[in-house]
């Protein structure tokens, strides 16, 4: 059973920065694809960025290209998310994700990963 924890979330202000980090138990990370979701209350959970297995595919929901950054480090068996200019509306929930089955992006479907954090609550004031 993999587990996954985040870090990292916080409470920032409109224009600030935060780097998201998952740590993996699993050492077969490298072969996951991972991804960052986001559930603000009332709402349903939402992709917001994923990258391939393989680390030569990202995929961004567009409310966030150009801000979010997702990245990994397979040596630590974690999984990054740099968010910048943050706004008001990025406030949620960030889950990280996995799927252990060499899955093509996009894979936007909170239903296709096999694996989640427990979340980390990112809060943006204006």
């Known amino acids: 059973q993999v587990q996954l924890v985040e870090s990292g979330g916080g409470l920032v202000q409109a224009g600030g920065s935060l780097r998201l980090s998952c740590a993996a138990s699993?050492?077969?990370?490298?072969?996951?694809?991972m991804a960052w979701f986001r559930q603000a209350p009332g709402k349903e959970r939402d992709i917001v960025a994923a990258?391939?297995?393989?680390?030569?595919?990202?995929y961004y929901a567009d409310s966030v290209k150009g801000r979010f950054t997702i990245s990994r480090d397979n040596a630590k068996n974690t999984v990054y998310l740099q968010m910048n200019s943050l706004k008001p509306e990025d406030t949620a929930v960030y889950y990280c994700?996995?799927?252990?089955?060499?899955?093509?992006?996009?894979?936007?479907?909170?239903?296709?990963?096999?694996?989640w954090g427990q979340g980390t609550q990112v809060t943006v004031s204006s």
């Open positions: 990258m391939r297995w393989s680390g030569d595919t990202t």
């Open positions: 994700a996995a799927n252990p089955n060499y899955p093509t992006l996009p894979l936007p479907l909170p239903a296709a990963y096999d694996y």
């Open positions: 699993e050492r077969t990370f490298s072969s996951y694809t």
